[in-house]
């Protein structure tokens, strides 16, 4: 008889984990709460907008193809994806800078910034390219529980560059305010301040430089519709609207969960949702982590976010778009240090439709806006308001356009809805950050120590944020339950 998994969430990284153990024997059952799977990759679709609720930058071509490649598939056996050209553009108060789709396209644009700055970038990005093949083929493969796994004849050459910060490593090159900001841009990602980042982590200039910015056509859904294809075809049964209630123990082993009010048997629980929420669904004495070692952790940003139909073609905006315009450092004080409402944010503008059709009725932009904030702090319909207007004011001054009466509708998502929807810890939208008291095995771990068939994935574990990581842990937890639970 197959050995039961049942894993709770649908998301990147509880996806990936099905399929892995799926195609290694055993019988796989997911449990979503909403009504849709994908975790926070979801959808939107209103009035013939198509808007990507969570993830929108596909970074990391390389990740998703290894991915589906491991199951002798590729991604164009499921989705269309196209290179950024350009990738994208950051707006300041007093220029613009266009991100490129080759390497050579960006030094000129740094050339024109800062004359003669592409000789430094050539050398960072060579650097950042050593260290992606590092990261990516030795370091994010590690399961996270020893502090060995970070040994390596490559890293120890590197040892320096986990007590140097990306910002420090950048500033020593560039002096130049709007590239250091352009350079930085990546880091958020991973979920910290650049001072707060080792510098082995500029492997993302890397991801962003080297490898490219991607769409696949009809929006980053389409991946999560891959591998719901590529989980089902290989038997996993996946089931919505069906929130998780409670994990029951007995003498250190999971033997059912509760599903709307439904005891249900399992050999092997895996939770891909929050972890912190996951383990509020045990009993006190088989939680590993405290109420306080969760306070006390560095958790990336929470999110106040606008979906908008416009029913015109907007101007001067690429697919990908960064409002740089105010304080890159005192934005992020105010999400990490002093947790509060920016005083003046920094935002994002992402409008697919400019590279896509599909994504809007003909004529028309599908607007997508996000500003990051700090996680937990209070979240109102009068704060979405407020900045909403904050925003399209900018928005308007620096494309040189009015839009605000060509909006047909727009929703918003913020902090409550976070906690709402996705049981996310005070509302983060990114899990906990790369720092470096909070990178590999310091991180939660894969596997339960106090319950011996329980086990985690995703942002909150290793290898840490991000969608190509959250393939990696989904792909590690399901090695490491092969490893402690042979099918």
């Not at 399929?19 to 990759?41: H, M, P, Q």
């Not at 499921?78 to 108060?93: G, T």
């Not at 050459?157 to 007590?163: A, I, S």
Request: with cysteine.
């Amino acid at each position: 008889m197959k050995t039961r998994v049942a894993i709770i969430g649908s998301g990147f990284s509880a996806l990936s984990a099905s399929c892995y153990l799926a195609k290694d024997g055993y019988d796989v059952s997911i449990f979503e709460k909403n009504a849709t799977v994908g975790g926070r990759c979801r959808q939107l679709k209103k009035e013939g907008f198509t808007f990507d609720i969570g993830p929108s930058w596909y970074w990391m071509p390389d990740i998703f193809e290894k991915f589906f490649g491991d199951f002798s598939k590729s991604t164009s056996d499921y989705y269309k994806l196209d290179k950024l050209s350009p990738a994208y553009k950051i707006f300041f108060k007093d220029d613009t800078i266009t991100i490129g789709d080759t390497l050579d396209k960006i030094c000129e644009e740094f050339d024109r910034i800062e004359s003669g700055s592409s000789k430094p970038l050539r050398k960072f990005i060579n650097k950042a390219a050593s260290n992606y093949d590092i990261a990516i083929n030795k370091v994010v493969l590690k399961p996270g529980i020893s502090p060995f796994e970070l040994v390596t004849p490559e890293t120890a050459l590197r040892v320096d560059q986990f007590f140097k910060t990306i910002s420090g490593d950048i500033r020593k090159h560039f002096k130049n305010p709007k590239l250091i900001s352009t350079l930085e841009f990546p880091v958020l990602f991973l979920g910290a301040k650049p001072s707060n980042t080792p510098s082995f982590y500029n492997f993302m200039n890397y991801a962003d430089f080297g490898l490219g910015t991607w769409h696949p056509k009809g929006g980053m859904y389409e991946i999560i519709k891959a591998m719901v294809s590529l989980a089902q075809s290989l038997g996993v049964q996946i089931h919505t609207n069906c929130p998780v209630e409670k994990i029951e123990v007995e003498h250190k082993n999971v033997t059912s969960i509760s599903v709307n009010g439904e005891l249900k048997q399992f050999d092997i629980v895996l939770s891909g949702a929050d972890y912190h929420h996951s383990e509020t669904l045990l009993d006190q004495k088989y939680r590993q982590y405290s109420e306080s070692y969760w306070s006390k952790k560095t958790f990336a940003p929470s999110s106040l976010l606008f979906y908008i139909g416009f029913d015109k073609k907007l101007k001067n905006i690429e697919h990908h778009n960064l409002f740089f315009d105010t304080n890159f450092e005192t934005h992020a004080e105010d999400i990490y240090d002093n947790p509060q409402w920016p005083k003046d944010p920094l935002f994002y503008a992402n409008f697919p439709s400019v590279t896509d059709d599909s994504m809007s009725p003909a004529n028309c932009e599908t607007g997508f806006f996000l500003i990051p904030i700090a996680p937990g702090i209070e979240d109102t319909e009068e704060l979405r308001a407020q900045y909403f207007d904050i925003i399209m004011s900018r928005f308007e001054k620096l494309t040189n356009q009015t839009i605000k009466k060509n909006i047909t509708f727009k929703e918003s998502f913020c902090v409550n809805d976070f906690i709402k929807d996705y049981n996310s810890y005070k509302g983060n939208a990114y899990g906990m950050a790369n720092t470096l008291s909070q990178t590999a095995f310091l991180r939660p771990k894969l596997k339960s120590k106090k319950v011996n068939n329980l086990y985690f994935t995703g942002q909150l574990t290793v290898p840490g944020p991000g969608v190509p990581p959250a393939l990696i842990s989904g792909k590690l937890v399901a090695k490491l339950i092969k490893k402690h639970h042979k099918n």
